[in-house]
């Protein structure tokens, strides 16, 4: 799938730049320079080996982690930093939580809140967070996990639900703030193959929708339909990147070629 | 591929007779019965002497239960143990979350104060705020270091009552602030991460996401604590105060009555402890919504069942003999 011309992605939010980021963990770099832009309505897919630095790069990009080097910008503002001229502010935690509001995270384990329904998931950030009243949120939020196929499942709290289920309720809770970017994080490698499909589906539909998402997945299939790029990560560096036709089914990189052999 | 045929409610039966007109023999436990038998027999032994010793004077311990002074101690006892407990768990949450805030001093002043008040002995610590009088005269509300707003004078703000507040509350808070900490640490890291990415301001996420899980690991544990001070109180005797234990010794210092007036207490504080734990059960099961996946029944809903069970287990041995 690629990216319909008619989305004006001049006017349109969520363009994402990554420049020369760092990072490293007691001592030992996980990410050795890396850059990237992702374009407003378009879908990214991250593959690479365990240990290749690509949650870390998306942790980093809605700043769950620090970086020690580089800079992350969304639609031209700098994630955790304020620039007044030459000089760069550290955001406050309160505009850092701010700013967060901006990304909707999905996590591998999904990390839904255990002691609140499904509705109460979805419902909680978009009252606490942005202020907006608990009754106009409610119905959005039964809208969206409508719209994730969990209709009348409002009241189950999370461990009454199948994994796929809670993966489905996570991704409506990320899209109740009307982020402008999705970060996924191998959000089917908690599940078992008969589930996977179910929260694939939800994930292709949002990007048929022109959601901007950044998707870091060992699923080549669901890469190869839903993504109009795909990126390769191989010890905290981009080998390669592309048009899923031309990465996966030609790759220019040995390392690339050797991790699609065992993967496909 | 062939399909395996070895599915046991298609096998034949042995004698040719369907499984389902087969006697079922429940398995038998000669043990347990020799052994219920033996604790049966020691109960009764218990349970007689009771009765029969004339030396435990239940007609004092009955006569003094309901004394009015005795209700008068078990009342103080009520208002220190939950003035405390509330004292001790609040200033405990405020020192576990210092512990837990990534400042050196907050850090440090937290640590340092679970360090002093849980190394004095509790009898020390209460004798030491009643004699504060001695080190402070008075006690000023004003600017640090600065010109004083109030004055009180501490022997009338510190009475008797106050020093066992401030004793058993400053004492039991030191270990309310490990109890606390350890239900925050219990609560997963994909918790605080998922809170911080939906951007829930900092102290909503402690009151809505992570002590609302903490408290499932620290409600069994406050308890111990609470049910622990209900009988710690007893110590504020030192204090000549007026609760449980000082009005049973001071009655049976005039009666030589000891034992049955020591019954009295005793059987007030097992009252205690026991609305106690009655209310501990269904603090647990409120907190335990979406930890599991059905609720524990309640006692009332678990005695019924148990009766039925009970019934059905009778009729199944009436059945097999």
């Known amino acids: 799938m690629t990216a319909s011309p008619a989305i004006d992605t001049a006017t349109r939010p969520g363009r994402v730049e990554v420049h020369g980021v760092r990072k490293a963990y007691a001592g030992v770099e996980v990410l050795h320079g890396v850059d990237l832009v992702v374009e407003p309505g378009t879908v990214t897919v991250i593959l690479g080996p365990s240990g290749s630095g690509k949650s870390t790069l998306l942790r980093s990009i809605n700043h769950l982690e620090k970086v020690d080097r580089g800079f992350v910008a969304l639609d031209g503002e700098l994630v955790g930093y304020r620039r007044k001229g030459d000089t760069l502010h550290e955001l406050k935690e309160k505009e850092l939580l701010r700013q967060r509001t901006r990304f909707g995270f999905v996590f591998q384990s999904f990390n839904l809140f255990p002691h609140l329904t499904a509705l109460d998931n979805v419902v909680e950030a978009p009252v606490s967070a942005q202020g907006r009243p608990r009754a106009e949120v409610e119905a959005e939020a039964r809208a969206l996990l409508t719209r994730v196929g969990l209709a009348g499942r409002e009241k189950a709290y999370p461990r009454q639900l199948s994994g796929g289920q809670q993966q489905r309720v996570a991704i409506a809770r990320a899209l109740a703030m009307t982020p402008a970017v999705l970060l996924f994080d191998e959000p089917t490698s908690a599940l078992d193959p008969e589930l996977v499909g179910e929260v694939l589906a939800v994930i292709e539909q949002l990007a048929e929708d022109g959601t901007t998402m950044i998707v870091v997945t060992h699923e080549i299939g669901f890469a190869r339909r839903a993504a109009d790029r795909v990126v390769f990560m191989d010890d905290g560096r981009i080998v390669e990147s592309g048009p899923p036709e031309q990465v996966l089914d030609d790759p220019q990189h040995e390392r690339t070629k050797a991790f699609l052999a065992r993967v496909l | ?321």
């Open chain 2, 1 to 321: 591929m062939t399909a395996v045929e070895v599915r046991p409610e298609v096998a034949a039966p042995p004698a040719g007779t369907p499984y389902d007109r087969l006697k079922v023999v429940p398995a038998r436990h000669p043990g347990r019965w020799v052994a219920t038998a033996l604790v049966a027999v020691v109960l009764a032994m218990v349970v007689h002497s009771l009765i029969t010793n004339p030396r435990w004077e239940w007609d004092i311990v009955g006569a003094y239960l309901t004394e009015r002074s005795i209700v008068h101690g078990v009342i103080t006892t009520i208002e220190l143990t939950l003035i405390t407990a509330v004292l001790g768990f609040a200033l405990g949450t405020v020192l576990a979350l210092m512990r837990l805030s990534r400042s050196p001093l907050l850090q440090a002043v937290s640590w340092g104060y679970t360090w002093v008040f849980r190394s004095v002995p509790l009898i020390l610590q209460l004798l030491l705020w009643y004699n504060l009088a001695y080190l402070y005269k008075s006690l000023d509300v004003g600017i640090p270091f600065g010109p004083s707003f109030f004055s009180f004078d501490t022997l009338s703000l510190i009475d008797k009552f106050g020093a066992a507040i401030l004793g058993l509350g400053l004492h039991q808070a030191a270990y309310s602030a490990e109890i606390v900490r350890a239900g925050i640490l219990s609560v997963d890291q994909g918790q605080h991460e998922a809170a911080a990415s939906l951007g829930i301001p900092r102290r909503r996420q402690a009151t809505r996401i992570v002590l609302p899980q903490a408290m499932r690991s620290i409600v069994p544990t406050a308890v111990n604590e609470v049910i622990g001070l209900f009988k710690g109180t007893s110590i504020v005797y030192v204090l000549a105060l007026g609760e449980l234990f000082y009005t049973v010794s001071v009655i049976y210092g005039r009666t030589q009555r000891v034992l049955p007036m020591l019954v009295v207490a005793a059987i007030w504080y097992v009252v205690l402890t026991t609305v106690v734990t009655v209310i501990q059960y269904y603090v647990e099961r409120y907190y335990a919504r979406g930890a599991v996946r059905t609720l524990p029944p309640t006692p009332l809903q678990r005695l019924r069942g148990n009766l039925t069970a009970g019934l059905t287990r009778v009729r199944a041995l009436g059945r097999a003999r």
